[in-house]
């Protein structure tokens, strides 16, 4: 096993393609030809963790926040990200991170938080756009079924739960070959009529060299023709935050405390109470004020999240209580997420989930 393997099967589930574009997931320390035994899954990265690792022998630490964010000029010890840095080096610990590319997928860091806490009928709260785009092609009707089934192993034509989805119009092509031409069909010098298809898929728009590498290789013209469209359609498997339903109402205090005691907080930070009863929750692991607005908008009774400032719960303007359960309380569960992904896809790596509570913030 290589730390590449490990890195496929991990963007397999959530590409790196997803990430915010602040953010820094991907492999910080480490080669991705580099052999692994086994690996140490956490919230964080810390000086303690890759202690933790040397001990449990992991060689590669996977945390859901990068230790590295922003520029980092020297090594010389001076801070925790600095003799976490070091010391992974010198103890050849590789680390990656799957940050916001890991929240932003259907089945990501707010899906573990939906099951968590009860939640029902789930949907992305805001979707992200702009990430698909269209291939339409050009292909003789005796080699369509060869060059479709060329694309969809390559990712296109995904739309949900379905796979291989396409649409065709059949017509008639022309064209002259010239000289230099080797033609799969027709003769140099003479114009030819070819009946074909007109092929339309969608794809992730970071696939776009793979699919198209796969559909020239696969299709026997010497110049295919086929154009790429760029598409505005939101993505439904892809966005942030989370919209669900509890299996049944409850009485906003008795919701409350089991929120407390599924999440095992002292307390949580709340806007005052509207309603005696919830059941409609909008929730966001981590830094989730961004989506104020959409929760809002979405009818929710309560908003779930963490990190808000003190002028923010103003925003609420009486439409929705804000629940602020704390970041790390928020993601507590992913790396169990992190570690469900490897233990699926290959079953044969050993994980091991961190036993150290990086939390930074405590109660009195």
Request: glycine share 6%; net charge negative; charged share 25%.
């Amino acid at each position: 096993m290589k730390i590449k393997d490990v890195i496929a099967s991990l963007e397999e589930f959530a590409p790196s393609h997803y990430q915010e574009n602040y953010d820094n997931s991907g492999l910080l320390v480490g080669n991705r030809q580099d052999k692994v035994n086994a690996a140490l899954v956490a919230l964080d990265c810390t000086e303690e963790i890759i202690e933790e690792a040397i001990q449990e022998g992991c060689d590669l630490v996977i945390a859901h926040h990068p230790i590295l964010f922003g520029n980092l000029n020297r090594l010389n010890g001076s801070n925790y990200v600095e003799r976490t840095i070091i010391k992974a080096i010198k103890n050849d610990i590789a680390i990656y991170a799957i940050h916001t590319n890991l929240d932003n997928v259907l089945a990501g860091v707010n899906q573990k938080l939906a099951d968590t806490i009860g939640l029902s009928d789930c949907k992305l709260l805001s979707k992200k756009h702009n990430l698909l785009s269209k291939l339409v092609f050009f292909c003789p009707v005796d080699s369509a079924e060869k060059v479709k089934q060329s694309i969809f192993e390559a990712g296109a034509g995904k739309i949900g739960n379905y796979d291989c989805c396409s649409f065709e119009i059949s017509g008639e092509g022309n064209f002259r070959a010239n000289e230099g031409s080797n033609p799969y069909v027709g003769n140099k010098g003479e114009i030819h009529k070819e009946s074909e298809l007109r092929i339309e898929t969608i794809f992730p728009k970071y696939l776009k060299n793979r699919i198209v590498s796969s559909m020239i290789e696969a299709h026997p013209y010497e110049e295919v023709a086929y154009d790429i469209y760029a598409l505005e359609n939101n993505h439904n498997e892809v966005g942030s935050g989370m919209l669900g339903n509890l299996e049944t109402e409850l009485d906003f205090e008795a919701f409350l405390n089991q929120l407390k005691s599924q999440l095992n907080v002292p307390v949580v930070k709340h806007t005052k109470i509207l309603k005696e009863k919830v059941k409609k929750i909008a929730i966001c692991g981590g830094s989730g004020s961004f989506l104020l607005q959409d929760a809002i908008r979405s009818g929710a009774d309560v908003f779930i999240s963490a990190d808000f400032k003190y002028h923010q719960y103003f925003d609420a303007e009486d439409q929705i209580v804000i629940i602020d359960v704390g970041h790390y309380e928020s993601e507590q569960f992913t790396p169990e997420l992190i570690q469900e992904v490897l233990q699926k896809k290959i079953p044969n790596f050993a994980t091991y989930l961190s036993k150290i509570n990086t939390n930074p913030i405590n109660y009195s």
